[in-house]
């Protein structure tokens, strides 16, 4: 069973940058991708930016050029960092890890961003 674990998030002002890092119990290499997902209250749940075990990524086009996902395969983790913040990038984040056909989940990550 594959366990992740997040760590950061918080309230920010529009502007400013916060971190996001997701502990994998398991090699991170052995998913076919592991990234980050948001929901904001009344939307549906959606791709923030993953990356692949190749190494290619996907981003959403609404974080292109503010948004960098990266990983440290050594430590198992997976890391967002979040610069030019919107309040519009307010939202649950959840790490999310694909294995072996299934999607794993971490249990979420508040983000609040200020005007």
């Known amino acids: 069973q594959v366990q992740l674990v997040e760590s950061g998030g918080g309230l920010v002002q529009a502007g400013g940058s916060l971190r996001l890092s997701c502990a994998a119990s398991g090699s991170i290499l052995s998913f076919a991708h592991m990234g980050w997902y948001r929901q904001a209250p009344g939307k549906q749940r959606e791709l923030v930016a993953r990356m692949f075990r190749s190494a290619n990524i996907n981003y959403s086009d609404s974080v292109k050029g503010r948004f960098t996902i990266s990983r440290d395969t050594a430590k198992n983790t997976v890391t967002l960092q979040m610069n030019s913040l919107k309040v519009e990038d307010t939202a649950v984040y959840y790490c999310?890890?694909?294995?072996?056909?299934?999607?794993?989940w971490g249990q979420g990550t508040q983000v609040t961003v200020s005007s």
């Open positions: 999310n890890a694909y294995a072996g056909a299934r999607d794993f």
